[in-house]
Protein backbone atom coordinates (compact mmCIF):
# COMPACT_ATOMS: atom_id res chain seq x y z
CA UNK A 1 0.00 0.00 0.00
CA UNK A 2 1.27 3.67 -1.05
CA UNK A 3 -0.11 7.05 1.26
CA UNK A 4 1.43 9.64 -1.24
CA UNK A 5 5.47 9.13 -1.72
CA UNK A 6 5.35 6.17 1.66
CA UNK A 7 5.50 2.65 0.81
CA UNK A 8 3.29 1.21 4.02
CA UNK A 9 3.67 -2.61 4.57
CA UNK A 10 1.05 -4.43 7.40
CA UNK A 11 4.55 -5.03 9.46
CA UNK A 12 4.95 -1.15 9.48
CA UNK A 13 1.45 -1.14 10.97
CA UNK A 14 2.33 -3.75 13.36
CA UNK A 15 5.62 -2.16 14.07
CA UNK A 16 3.32 1.09 14.66
CA UNK A 17 1.17 -0.26 16.88
CA UNK A 18 3.63 -2.22 18.85
CA UNK A 19 5.84 0.76 19.53
CA UNK A 20 3.19 2.97 20.97
CA UNK A 21 1.85 0.44 23.25
CA UNK A 22 5.61 0.08 24.36
CA UNK A 23 5.74 3.69 24.93
CA UNK A 24 2.47 3.76 26.57
CA UNK A 25 3.14 1.21 29.03
CA UNK A 26 6.59 2.83 30.03
CA UNK A 27 4.82 5.99 30.38
CA UNK A 28 2.14 4.85 32.25
CA UNK A 29 5.03 3.38 34.80
CA UNK A 30 6.55 6.29 35.39
CA UNK A 31 3.79 9.01 35.09
CA UNK A 32 3.51 11.17 38.23
CA UNK A 33 7.30 10.53 39.64
CA UNK A 34 9.86 13.51 37.99
CA UNK A 35 11.14 10.49 35.80
CA UNK A 36 8.04 10.86 33.65
CA UNK A 37 9.45 14.40 32.48
CA UNK A 38 13.07 12.88 31.71
CA UNK A 39 11.49 10.25 30.10
CA UNK A 40 9.06 12.69 27.92
CA UNK A 41 12.45 15.21 26.90
CA UNK A 42 14.37 12.22 26.04
CA UNK A 43 11.35 11.12 23.59
CA UNK A 44 11.29 14.81 22.67
CA UNK A 45 14.76 14.75 21.53
CA UNK A 46 14.69 11.43 19.86
CA UNK A 47 12.09 12.82 17.56
CA UNK A 48 14.17 15.64 16.84
CA UNK A 49 16.83 13.69 16.13
CA UNK A 50 14.82 11.46 13.46
CA UNK A 51 13.27 14.44 11.73
CA UNK A 52 17.47 15.66 11.27
CA UNK A 53 18.69 12.62 10.05
CA UNK A 54 15.49 12.25 7.93
CA UNK A 55 16.61 16.21 6.37
CA UNK A 56 20.13 15.00 6.25
CA UNK A 57 21.90 17.75 8.00
CA UNK A 58 25.14 15.56 9.09
CA UNK A 59 26.74 17.53 11.73
CA UNK A 60 23.48 18.05 14.13
CA UNK A 61 22.53 14.44 13.41
CA UNK A 62 26.55 13.05 14.32
CA UNK A 63 25.75 15.64 17.68
CA UNK A 64 22.60 13.99 18.54
CA UNK A 65 23.62 10.53 17.92
CA UNK A 66 26.57 10.80 20.44
CA UNK A 67 24.05 12.66 22.64
CA UNK A 68 21.63 9.48 22.18
CA UNK A 69 24.24 7.07 22.97
CA UNK A 70 25.34 8.50 26.33
CA UNK A 71 21.66 9.21 27.03
CA UNK A 72 20.91 5.41 26.94
CA UNK A 73 23.15 4.59 29.80
CA UNK A 74 21.81 7.77 31.38
CA UNK A 75 18.29 6.55 31.28
CA UNK A 76 18.85 3.57 32.53
CA UNK A 77 20.80 4.52 35.81
CA UNK A 78 17.40 7.16 36.16
CA UNK A 79 14.87 4.90 35.62
CA UNK A 80 16.70 1.87 37.48
CA UNK A 81 13.87 1.86 39.71
CA UNK A 82 11.03 1.78 37.18
CA UNK A 83 13.09 -0.84 34.78
CA UNK A 84 13.12 -3.19 38.16
CA UNK A 85 9.27 -2.82 38.80
CA UNK A 86 8.60 -3.19 35.16
CA UNK A 87 10.45 -6.24 35.07
CA UNK A 88 9.48 -7.49 38.09
CA UNK A 89 5.32 -7.67 37.01
CA UNK A 90 6.38 -8.97 33.76
CA UNK A 91 8.18 -12.06 35.99
CA UNK A 92 5.07 -12.69 38.25
CA UNK A 93 2.74 -12.18 35.45
CA UNK A 94 4.08 -14.79 33.10
CA UNK A 95 2.56 -17.93 32.84
CA UNK A 96 6.05 -19.49 32.08
CA UNK A 97 6.93 -18.33 35.34
CA UNK A 98 5.00 -20.08 37.32
CA UNK A 99 5.25 -23.36 35.94
CA UNK A 100 6.06 -26.20 37.98
CA UNK A 101 8.86 -27.58 36.13
CA UNK A 102 10.90 -23.59 36.21
CA UNK A 103 10.05 -23.16 40.23
CA UNK A 104 11.92 -26.80 40.25
CA UNK A 105 14.61 -25.85 38.33
CA UNK A 106 14.94 -22.60 40.71
CA UNK A 107 14.64 -24.41 43.45
CA UNK A 108 11.53 -22.69 44.52
CA UNK A 109 8.67 -24.49 46.49
CA UNK A 110 4.87 -23.98 47.13
CA UNK A 111 5.08 -25.23 50.79
CA UNK A 112 2.95 -22.38 51.69
CA UNK A 113 1.11 -22.21 55.12
CA UNK A 114 -1.68 -24.24 57.03
CA UNK A 115 -4.98 -22.75 57.80
CA UNK A 116 -4.27 -23.55 61.79
CA UNK A 117 -1.05 -21.14 61.50
CA UNK A 118 -2.80 -18.79 59.66
CA UNK A 119 -5.26 -18.43 62.78
CA UNK A 120 -2.63 -18.43 65.23
CA UNK A 121 -0.75 -15.37 63.40
CA UNK A 122 -4.57 -13.33 63.23
CA UNK A 123 -5.03 -14.01 66.38
CA UNK A 124 -2.04 -12.97 67.65
CA UNK A 125 -2.30 -9.93 65.08
CA UNK A 126 -5.72 -9.35 67.00
CA UNK A 127 -4.06 -9.33 70.47
CA UNK A 128 -0.86 -6.90 69.21
CA UNK A 129 -3.85 -4.68 67.71
CA UNK A 130 -5.61 -4.52 70.86
CA UNK A 131 -2.56 -3.45 73.17
CA UNK A 132 -1.67 -0.63 70.32
CA UNK A 133 1.89 -2.49 69.62
CA UNK A 134 3.28 -1.87 65.95
CA UNK A 135 4.45 -5.08 64.10
CA UNK A 136 5.16 -5.94 60.68
CA UNK A 137 4.45 -9.56 59.60
CA UNK A 138 5.49 -10.78 56.24
CA UNK A 139 4.46 -14.40 54.99
CA UNK A 140 5.94 -16.15 52.15
CA UNK A 141 3.91 -17.62 49.23
CA UNK A 142 6.65 -18.28 46.69
CA UNK A 143 9.25 -16.24 46.23
CA UNK A 144 12.26 -16.82 48.24
CA UNK A 145 12.68 -14.64 51.12
CA UNK A 146 16.07 -15.89 51.90
CA UNK A 147 17.77 -12.88 51.66
CA UNK A 148 15.64 -10.86 53.72
CA UNK A 149 15.53 -13.49 56.52
CA UNK A 150 19.39 -12.76 56.83
CA UNK A 151 19.37 -9.25 57.60
CA UNK A 152 17.65 -9.72 60.70
CA UNK A 153 17.91 -11.87 63.86
CA UNK A 154 17.53 -16.03 62.98
CA UNK A 155 15.20 -17.55 64.89
CA UNK A 156 13.46 -20.80 63.23
CA UNK A 157 10.61 -21.32 65.90
CA UNK A 158 7.01 -23.19 65.67
CA UNK A 159 4.42 -20.07 64.64
CA UNK A 160 3.30 -19.28 68.23
CA UNK A 161 1.07 -16.38 69.81
CA UNK A 162 2.61 -16.03 72.53
CA UNK A 163 5.88 -16.07 70.66
CA UNK A 164 4.31 -13.30 67.62
CA UNK A 165 3.28 -11.31 71.37
CA UNK A 166 6.24 -10.81 72.84
CA UNK A 167 8.54 -10.07 69.55
CA UNK A 168 6.65 -6.91 69.17
CA UNK A 169 6.06 -6.03 72.55
CA UNK A 170 7.10 -2.24 72.87
CA UNK A 171 10.19 -3.82 75.19
CA UNK A 172 12.00 -6.28 73.23
CA UNK A 173 14.77 -6.01 72.09
CA UNK A 174 13.32 -7.43 68.92
CA UNK A 175 10.68 -5.03 68.20
CA UNK A 176 11.89 -3.25 65.42
CA UNK A 177 11.60 -4.60 61.92
CA UNK A 178 9.97 -7.09 60.75
CA UNK A 179 9.50 -10.74 61.34
CA UNK A 180 9.25 -12.98 58.44
CA UNK A 181 7.39 -16.26 58.14
CA UNK A 182 8.81 -18.72 55.76
CA UNK A 183 7.89 -22.56 55.39
CA UNK A 184 4.99 -22.67 57.82
CA UNK A 185 8.07 -21.70 60.76
CA UNK A 186 8.25 -17.94 62.28
CA UNK A 187 12.28 -17.87 60.52
CA UNK A 188 13.33 -14.46 61.60
CA UNK A 189 12.71 -11.38 63.22
CA UNK A 190 13.83 -7.27 63.00
CA UNK A 191 14.62 -7.89 59.50
CA UNK A 192 14.98 -4.88 56.84
CA UNK A 193 12.64 -4.53 53.84
CA UNK A 194 12.62 -2.26 50.99
CA UNK A 195 11.08 0.43 51.43
CA UNK A 196 8.66 1.48 48.57
CA UNK A 197 9.54 5.37 46.85
CA UNK A 198 7.03 5.95 44.79
CA UNK A 199 6.01 9.65 44.09
CA UNK A 200 2.23 8.28 43.73
CA UNK A 201 2.28 6.97 47.54
CA UNK A 202 0.87 9.45 49.76
CA UNK A 203 2.94 10.95 52.34
CA UNK A 204 0.73 10.15 55.30
CA UNK A 205 2.03 6.87 55.01
CA UNK A 206 4.44 5.74 57.79
CA UNK A 207 7.27 4.09 57.37
CA UNK A 208 6.12 0.54 58.19
CA UNK A 209 3.45 1.13 55.87
CA UNK A 210 5.53 1.90 52.93
CA UNK A 211 8.49 -0.76 53.87
CA UNK A 212 5.13 -3.25 53.77
CA UNK A 213 4.14 -1.77 50.47
CA UNK A 214 8.00 -2.34 49.44
CA UNK A 215 8.12 -6.18 50.28
CA UNK A 216 5.23 -6.96 48.33
CA UNK A 217 6.33 -5.02 45.35
CA UNK A 218 9.68 -6.76 45.29
CA UNK A 219 7.80 -10.32 46.39
CA UNK A 220 4.92 -11.72 46.29
CA UNK A 221 4.87 -12.29 50.20
CA UNK A 222 1.88 -10.98 52.06
CA UNK A 223 2.92 -8.20 54.47
CA UNK A 224 0.67 -7.42 57.34
CA UNK A 225 1.06 -4.19 58.71
CA UNK A 226 -0.11 -3.08 62.56
CA UNK A 227 -0.07 0.25 63.66
CA UNK A 228 0.80 1.50 67.15
CA UNK A 229 -1.00 5.19 66.93
CA UNK A 230 -4.10 3.34 65.86
CA UNK A 231 -4.27 -0.47 66.42
CA UNK A 232 -5.47 -0.60 62.82
CA UNK A 233 -4.36 -3.90 61.05
CA UNK A 234 -3.45 -3.08 57.26
CA UNK A 235 -2.19 -5.67 54.68
CA UNK A 236 -0.34 -5.45 51.48
CA UNK A 237 -0.33 -7.74 48.69
CA UNK A 238 2.00 -7.28 45.36
CA UNK A 239 2.43 -3.81 45.78
CA UNK A 240 -1.27 -2.58 46.97
CA UNK A 241 -2.30 -1.72 50.32
CA UNK A 242 -5.83 -2.40 52.16
CA UNK A 243 -6.07 -0.49 54.98
CA UNK A 244 -7.92 -0.58 58.46
CA UNK A 245 -9.15 -4.72 57.84
CA UNK A 246 -11.10 -6.39 60.74
CA UNK A 247 -9.39 -9.62 61.84
CA UNK A 248 -11.75 -12.21 60.52
CA UNK A 249 -11.39 -10.73 57.64
CA UNK A 250 -7.52 -10.67 57.65
CA UNK A 251 -7.77 -14.57 57.54
CA UNK A 252 -9.95 -15.18 54.68
CA UNK A 253 -7.70 -12.49 52.89
CA UNK A 254 -4.70 -14.35 53.42
CA UNK A 255 -5.91 -17.66 53.40
CA UNK A 256 -7.17 -16.64 49.92
CA UNK A 257 -3.87 -15.11 48.34
CA UNK A 258 -1.39 -17.42 50.05
CA UNK A 259 -3.48 -20.66 48.97
CA UNK A 260 -4.10 -18.98 45.36
CA UNK A 261 -2.36 -19.69 42.00
CA UNK A 262 -0.94 -23.09 43.05
CA UNK A 263 1.82 -23.77 40.94
CA UNK A 264 0.95 -25.52 37.15
CA UNK A 265 2.96 -27.90 34.94
Known amino acids: MRIGFLSIDWTDILDVFLVSILLYQVYYLVKGSIASRVFLGYLFVYVFYLIVKGLRLELLT ?47 NEAGIRSESLKIIVDACRSIASDFNGALIVIKKKDDLEKYIQTGELIDAVISKQLLISLFNQYSALHDG ?55 ISLSLEGELYSNIPASELEMRLSEYINSDKLRV
Open 62 to 108: SILEYFMGVGAIALIVIFQQEIRRFLLIIGKSTAFTNSRLFNTFLGT
Open 178 to 232: AVIISDGRIKASRCILPVADGADIPSSIGFRHRAAMGMSEATDAATIIISEQTGR
